[in-house]
């Protein structure tokens, strides 16, 4: 029973303990807030794009009306009132973009992440959210990240069947 629940342990900890990173990457955390959903986006430069990350573009499937503009988040001079330049828009009617670049000299290096990139929806986005760097053509889906609480509840969760399971052994 001991190396069950040692086994369980360990692969909790593979899967929500270690930030998975596949070349260039963009995660993500949604938090539900009053009237929709926070998206909260970290762009992650590990050099397989081959240097400096100055553009982020994301393809979102929702329509635009979802996403509530005025709370469009940004880095410092990546298209925040100090510099860069933000767009957003739709691209047909199931699907918005928003694009964030840099103003030059704020590039994200390689070796480094940044956050701060966000956005509101009313709705829960179904499907992958998906982005492209530095003008690329080809597009890869994002990575949603759990959020810890909601990690750490499943967990007790088991925990506890387990519990209670071993209770009804005992108790037969």
Request: glycine content about 12%.
């Given at each position: 029973?001991?190396?069950?629940?040692?086994?369980?342990?360990?692969?909790?900890?593979?899967?929500?303990?270690q930030?998975?990173?596949?070349?260039?990457?963009?995660?993500?955390?949604?938090?539900?807030?009053?009237?929709?959903?926070?998206?909260?986006?970290t762009?992650?430069?590990?050099?397989?794009?081959?240097?400096d990350?100055?553009?982020?573009?994301?393809?979102?499937?929702?329509?635009?009306?979802?996403?509530?503009?005025?709370?469009?988040?940004?880095?410092?001079?990546?298209?925040?009132?100090?510099?860069?330049?933000?767009s957003?828009?739709?691209?047909?009617?199931?699907?918005?973009?928003?694009d964030?670049?840099?103003?030059?000299?704020a590039?994200?290096?390689?070796g480094?992440?940044?956050?701060?990139?966000?956005?509101?929806?009313?709705?829960?986005?179904?499907?992958?959210?998906?982005?492209?760097?530095?003008?690329?053509?080809?597009?890869?889906?994002?990575?949603?990240v759990?959020?810890?609480?909601?990690a750490?509840?499943?967990?007790?969760?088991?925990?506890?069947?387990?519990?209670?399971?071993?209770?009804r052994?005992?108790?037969?």
């Amino acid at each position: 029973m001991r190396r069950a629940i040692l086994y369980f342990l360990l692969a909790g900890y593979l899967f929500f303990g270690q930030q998975r990173v596949r070349a260039d990457a963009v995660t993500y955390g949604i938090t539900p807030v009053s009237g929709g959903y926070l998206y909260s986006f970290t762009l992650i430069n590990t050099g397989s794009t081959g240097g400096d990350l100055y553009d982020l573009l994301l393809r979102i499937p929702t329509p635009i009306s979802n996403i509530d503009v005025s709370t469009i988040g940004a880095p410092p001079f990546w298209g925040d009132a100090s510099g860069g330049f933000l767009s957003y828009g739709p691209i047909d009617l199931a699907t918005s973009f928003i694009d964030w670049s840099a103003e030059i000299g704020a590039e994200l290096p390689v070796g480094s992440s940044l956050d701060g990139f966000s956005f509101r929806s009313s709705a829960l986005i179904q499907g992958p959210i998906q982005f492209s760097l530095n003008g690329e053509e080809s597009f890869a889906d994002a990575t949603a990240v759990p959020e810890p609480a909601g990690a750490l509840l499943l967990a007790m969760g088991a925990i506890g069947a387990i519990a209670l399971r071993r209770k009804r052994q005992d108790a037969a």
